[in-house]
């Protein structure tokens, strides 16, 4: 077993974000991926809200934070984390490769996608089919949509989206709509948003330039985006020996990104809160590694 202070699990970009501020206050870390360095920034094609960059693209972003890391000469260890164990005061991460002992821990794992598995979906990914309302909400402005879901993340995405949209349909598969009662006050009272209830979505249409509709019971609805959030997984079953407290399928912390386990702390994504973006995540990186570099001095 290989001895460290702090494990970074994730190099997407919390975790990247978070090994260059411990690199620079002289902490020892082991910064781990389990798949591909970047996260999602290997998925981005188009990104126009990150500061200081105009107009980029994840994988301009990721070139960046990759000499970044070299420059720092700061290595990513690849290894798929299984579990995390408490030991005594710390804690042991169980990779497929290695195991290590460590007195912190920083989750930063991300979320997965939903499966895609409405017929289109696919095929028009990234050419109307969204989702994340923040990132591509501007691309259909007085446009008309539609947001696929039944939950507070579908119910949220909607409402920013009608502020934007001329019209948008909120199609839930199920007899009523779930989430918190104010977001569905809320979308309620939304007039440019129609709810349709018990509605199943059959396809996801388009032509060469991208969606141009959906099927739902039968009935296609004319639309130049779809937002389906019918969902997304979360990568934090790495957590489930040491249960920290959780807001749905995301983890609780504080200001510092501290957990309620002492030594454990979150960062980017996997974070229960409001804005879910690179800056954001970059953010919690840093701070996660600070509050995780003072805890490990202190001990
Ligand atoms: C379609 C879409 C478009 C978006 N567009 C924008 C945009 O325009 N602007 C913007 O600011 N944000 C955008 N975002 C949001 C942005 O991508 C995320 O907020 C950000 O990438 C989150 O970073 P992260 O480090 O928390 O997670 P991730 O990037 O998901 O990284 C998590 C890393 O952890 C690794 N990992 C997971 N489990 C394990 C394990 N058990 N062991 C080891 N490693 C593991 C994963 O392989 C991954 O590399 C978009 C998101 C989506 C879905």
Same mark, same amino acid.
């Given at each position: 077993?290989?001895?460290?202070?702090?494990?970074?699990?994730?190099?997407?970009?919390?975790?990247?974000?978070?090994?260059?501020?411990?690199?620079?206050?002289?902490?020892?870390?082991?910064?781990?991926?389990?798949?591909?360095?970047?996260?999602?920034?290997?998925? /981005?094609?188009?990104?126009?809200?990150?500061?200081?960059?105009?107009?980029?693209?994840?994988?301009?972003?990721?070139?960046?934070?990759?000499?970044?890391?070299?420059?720092?000469?700061?290595?990513?260890?690849?290894?798929?984390?299984?579990?995390?164990? $408490?030991?005594?005061?710390?804690?042991?991460?169980?990779?497929?490769?290695?195991?290590?002992?460590?007195?912190?821990?920083?989750?930063?794992?991300?979320?997965?996608?939903?499966?895609?598995?409405?017929?289109?979906?696919?095929?028009?990914?990234?050419?109307?089919?969204?989702?994340?309302?923040?990132?591509?909400?501007?691309?259909?402005?007085?446009?008309?949509?539609?947001?696929?879901?039944?939950?507070? &993340?579908?119910?949220?995405?909607?409402?920013?989206?009608?502020?934007?949209?001329?019209?948008?349909?909120?199609?839930?598969?199920?007899?009523?709509?779930?989430?918190?009662?104010? /977001?569905?006050?809320?979308?309620?009272?939304?007039?440019?948003?129609?709810? $349709?209830?018990?509605?199943?979505?059959?396809?996801?249409?388009?032509?060469?330039?991208?969606?141009?509709?959906?099927?739902?019971?039968?009935?296609? /609805? $004319?639309?130049?985006?779809?937002?389906?959030?019918?969902?997304?997984?979360?990568?934090?079953?790495?957590?489930?020996?040491?249960?920290?407290?959780?807001?749905?399928?995301?983890? $609780?912390?504080?200001?510092?990104?501290?957990?309620? &386990?002492?030594?454990?702390?979150?960062?980017?994504?996997?974070?229960?809160?409001?804005?879910?973006?690179?800056?954001?995540?970059?953010?919690?990186?840093?701070?996660?590694?600070?509050?995780?570099?003072?805890?490990?001095?202190?001990?």
């Amino acid at each position: 077993m290989k001895k460290t202070d702090i494990v970074i699990i994730g190099a997407g970009m919390a975790g990247i974000s978070a090994a260059i501020y411990l690199k620079r206050a002289n902490a020892n870390f082991v910064l781990l991926e389990g798949n591909l360095a970047g996260g999602m920034l290997n998925k /981005l094609k188009s990104i126009e809200n990150y500061p200081g960059m105009p107009k980029t693209t994840g994988s301009d972003i990721l070139i960046a934070l990759m000499d970044q890391l070299r420059f720092n000469k700061i290595d990513v260890t690849y290894g798929n984390v299984q579990t995390i164990l $408490k030991e005594g005061d710390g804690f042991e991460v169980v990779t497929d490769v290695e195991s290590y002992d460590t007195k912190a821990v920083i989750v930063a794992t991300g979320v997965t996608q939903a499966v895609q598995t409405i017929p289109g979906e696919e095929k028009y990914a990234g050419s109307g089919v969204s989702y994340c309302a923040i990132c591509d909400g501007n691309f259909f402005k007085g446009a008309d949509v539609a947001v696929i879901g039944n939950n507070n &993340i579908a119910l949220e995405e909607a409402i920013y989206l009608g502020n934007l949209a001329k019209k948008l349909y909120f199609i839930c598969p199920d007899e009523e709509l779930q989430g918190d009662k104010n /977001l569905r006050e809320k979308l309620g009272n939304s007039a440019n948003i129609e709810v $349709k209830l018990s509605s199943k979505v059959e396809e996801i249409v388009g032509d060469d330039f991208g969606v141009t509709g959906v099927k739902v019971n039968g009935e296609i /609805l $004319k639309v130049a985006g779809i937002f389906p959030y019918v969902g997304k997984k979360s990568t934090s079953m790495v957590l489930n020996n040491l249960k920290p407290e959780k807001q749905g399928i995301f983890i $609780k912390v504080d200001e510092e990104c501290c957990t309620n &386990i002492e030594g454990l702390f979150a960062a980017g994504d996997i974070v229960a809160k409001r804005l879910k973006q690179l800056v954001t995540a970059a953010g919690d990186g840093a701070t996660a590694a600070t509050a995780a570099d003072n805890y490990c001095k202190l001990k």
